[in-house]
């Protein structure tokens, strides 16, 4: 008996331990902000339409896009960041900033209190959402004067401490407003519901898993590396010139500024 209750303790203090390390996990951060913007997008009229979770096809391998909203004045492609800390980007840049500023108080060192300062990167969420916009408008091609909005919405704790740029880069709580904000009509009311059939007809995300997704990335970042490596401009295939600017010297497009590409 008292072995069996050994045992179960074991077990349940390893089955604390793997959930508290998947609740800190970027997959499952990631979710617990879609969940969040899926709820707040559930708020919107009936007369939107919401998917979630939707991958389509790009002449690079697929694309996936956390929400769609569709209605009669535009389609939204929603991309959901789930971050804290301080946020620091623009539109031309490949990668924003994310710094975690952390007091730690130590009471064996008299309570002296350190600073301590993290530092990470990740891709242009604003690029991640125009690329989801084109791949939207691509497949709906019949409705050439249809607007596809893209919008990046942080939930969480983050802060966009120094974030400009030309489209909707928002707070979760502004995500509504942002939305309803769009009042020029480019779709009848029959019309709405035939975009949201083209979409779910080009949806492949049952074929296509997170880690084939993921791996379709890769292969695409390495193509574009290495058209880098060679002064090529991945996006249009232009020269790579360097120029110097705000935050020092960079790789820019030589078709700029019709191709705004940057790199290091």
């Known amino acids: 008996m008292v072995v069996f209750l050994y045992i179960v303790i074991a077990v349940a203090i390893g089955g604390a331990f793997i959930l508290k390390c998947w609740y800190n996990t970027p997959a499952y951060k990631g979710k617990e902000g879609e969940n969040r913007v899926h709820n707040i997008l559930m708020q919107l009229p009936d007369d939107y339409v919401i998917l979630d979770d939707v991958v389509l096809r790009t002449n690079k391998g697929t694309t996936q896009i ?8 535009g389609v939204f492609a929603i991309e959901t960041k789930n971050y804290r800390g301080e946020i620091y980007g623009d539109d031309n840049r490949k990668e924003w900033t994310q710094m975690i500023v952390t007091d ?19 891709y ?5 959402s125009l690329a989801h916009s084109i791949a939207i408008k691509n497949i709906l091609s019949q409705w050439s004067a249809l607007k596809v909005i893209p919008i990046v919405v942080f939930t969480g704790s983050a802060m966009l401490k120094d ?28 019309d709405v519901q035939k975009v949201v059939e083209v979409i779910l007809h080009n ?16 292969v695409s970042k390495s193509v574009a590396d ?7 401009c991945p996006q249009c295939g232009g020269n790579l010139i360097m120029r110097t600017g705000k935050y020092g010297t960079f790789y820019g497009c030589s ?7 940057t790199t290091k």
């Open 163 to 190: 974030v400009t740029s030309n489209y909707s880069v928002i707070y979760d709580c502004n995500l509504l407003e942002t939305i309803l904000g769009y009042r020029t009509i480019y779709l009848a009311d029959t």
């Open 255 to 261: 078709n700029y500024p019709k191709c705004r590409f």
């Open 124 to 128: 242009n969420p604003v690029k991640q």
């Open 66 to 73: 956390d929400h769609i909203v569709v209605s009669k004045y």
């Open 226 to 232: 290495n058209k880098v490596a060679l002064g090529v």
């Open 203 to 218: 949806n492949i995300r049952e074929f296509v898993d997170d880690e084939l997704h993921v791996n379709n990335i890769y």
């Open 104 to 122: 730690v108080t130590y009471a064996k060192k008299w309570w002296k209190t350190y600073t301590y300062v993290t530092k990470n990167h990740f």
